[in-house]
């Protein structure tokens, strides 16, 4: 059924009145609207033969705003106080500084570098919300599939079937021990120097990089304990239970332990990444943050880098 509405308000008529209303006068509402003076008088006009009643009764050239005219302008300011809210909104996230983001990440980035980049991305974005959570990796895959989460932060992960992998960046890992462990008398530590000591063992992909890594130097991975995060290990390690092997992240993140770290040889890089839905419609906001953390991490990297 068609439905005919010949008197439907005209928005921008609505939007004239609204802009007489406040700034006084034509030629102020004029050059507020970008429009001519006479322009306006014309819509003034055209609205009040709409409505069918006088908003201003005119003498000398002076508009004085009728008794319904105030009453209409009481109906219209708080539609148009939502227009400006929302126009402000649009500018928002057209410069990111407005959105939410949805973020779950595994402990040795979500403990380490992700809060630092997340504190300094929220400065600078103040209508900016977060919801933030650090899961085992399983956890946080699956969160993102489900789109639960926009955005996971995951170590040691270069491919995934369902998700796309986004590499942020590459790290070394390292030895860490206890305070005066033989071990720290060494400038780099080989998977013979650990078989000859306790040895704490991860059982996260991390792990499985460190196995390759004995396998290839002819050392049997024979960890005396076994863990499922890097952290733990730091803190088994600062009890002195034996010598693990984590990423620098971790490392970083248990500096206040009593611990020691050298260099694990052969070099073992692990990769830092980004893991998303391949198809979803990400917004510019968190397409912007991972692009920080990438910035953030390789800008440590640097950092370490010799000569630096």
Same mark, same amino acid.
């Given at each position: 059924?068609?439905?005919?509405?010949?008197?439907?308000?005209?928005?921008?008529?609505?939007?004239?009145?609204?802009?007489?209303?406040?700034?006084?006068?034509?030629?102020?509402?004029?050059?507020?609207?970008?429009?001519?003076?006479?322009?306006?008088?014309?819509?003034?006009?055209?609205?009040?033969?709409?409505?069918?009643?006088?908003?201003?009764?005119?003498? =000398?050239?002076?508009?004085?705003?009728?008794?319904?005219?105030?009453?209409?302008?009481?109906?219209?300011?708080?539609?148009?106080?939502?227009?400006?809210?929302?126009?402000?909104?649009?500018?928002?996230?057209?410069?990111?500084?407005?959105?939410?983001?949805?973020?779950?990440?595994?402990?040795?980035?979500?403990?380490?570098?992700?809060?630092?980049?997340?504190?300094?991305?929220?400065?600078?974005?103040?209508?900016?919300?977060?919801?933030?959570?650090?899961?085992?990796?399983?956890?946080?895959?699956?969160?993102?599939?489900?789109?639960?989460?926009?955005?996971?932060?995951?170590?040691?992960?270069?491919?995934?079937?369902?998700?796309?992998?986004?590499?942020?960046?590459?790290?070394?890992?390292?030895?860490?021990?206890?305070?005066?462990?033989?071990?720290?008398?060494?400038?780099?530590?080989?998977?013979?120097?650990?078989?000859?000591?306790?040895?704490?063992?991860?059982?996260?992909?991390?792990?499985?990089?460190?196995?390759?890594?004995?396998?290839?130097?002819?050392?049997?991975?024979?960890?005396?304990?076994?863990?499922?995060?890097?952290?733990?290990?730091?803190?088994?390690?600062?009890?002195?239970?034996?010598?693990?092997?984590?990423?620098?992240?971790?490392?970083?993140?248990?500096?206040?332990?009593?611990?020691?770290?050298?260099?694990?040889?052969?070099?073992?890089?692990?990769?830092?990444?980004?893991?998303?839905?391949? =198809?979803?419609?990400?917004?510019?906001?968190?397409?912007?943050?991972?692009?920080?953390?990438?910035?953030?991490?390789?800008?440590?990297?640097?950092?370490?880098?010799?000569?630096?």
């Amino acid at each position: 059924m068609k439905i005919h509405r010949k008197n439907d308000l005209n928005l921008r008529l609505l939007e004239i009145f609204e802009a007489v209303m406040r700034c006084r006068t034509t030629i102020d509402a004029a050059e507020e609207l970008g429009i001519s003076q006479p322009a306006v008088s014309t819509a003034i006009k055209k609205f009040e033969k709409q409505v069918g009643f006088t908003l201003f009764d005119r003498a =000398n050239r002076v508009m004085k705003p009728t008794e319904e005219a105030r009453q209409l302008l009481t109906e219209v300011e708080p539609v148009f106080g939502l227009l400006r809210n929302i126009e402000g909104e649009i500018r928002d996230l057209r410069s990111t500084k407005s959105g939410r983001l949805r973020l779950a990440a595994t402990p040795p980035l979500g403990h380490s570098a992700l809060p630092e980049v997340l504190r300094d991305f929220l400065e600078e974005r103040t209508g900016v919300t977060v919801r933030y959570d650090i899961r085992r990796l399983e956890t946080v895959l699956e969160s993102v599939e489900t789109g639960a989460v926009e955005i996971g932060f995951v170590l040691g992960l270069e491919y995934h079937r369902d998700l796309k992998v986004i590499p942020l960046g590459e790290s070394q890992l390292v030895c860490v021990m206890p305070s005066g462990h033989p071990l720290a008398a060494r400038q780099l530590v080989t998977p013979a120097d650990i078989a000859e000591h306790s040895f704490i063992g991860l059982e996260s992909n991390i792990g499985v990089i460190i196995r390759k890594a004995f396998h290839e130097a002819g050392v049997i991975h024979a960890p005396r304990a076994e863990v499922r995060y890097c952290h733990t290990a730091c803190v088994l390690a600062n009890a002195g239970i034996g010598v693990g092997i984590v990423d620098p992240y971790s490392a970083h993140f248990a500096s206040s332990l009593n611990v020691e770290l050298r260099p694990f040889h052969p070099e073992t890089a692990v990769l830092a990444a980004a893991v998303i839905r391949p =198809n979803a419609n990400y917004s510019r906001v968190a397409l912007e943050f991972i692009e920080a953390v990438k910035d953030r991490l390789k800008a440590a990297e640097t950092e370490k880098a010799p000569g630096s």
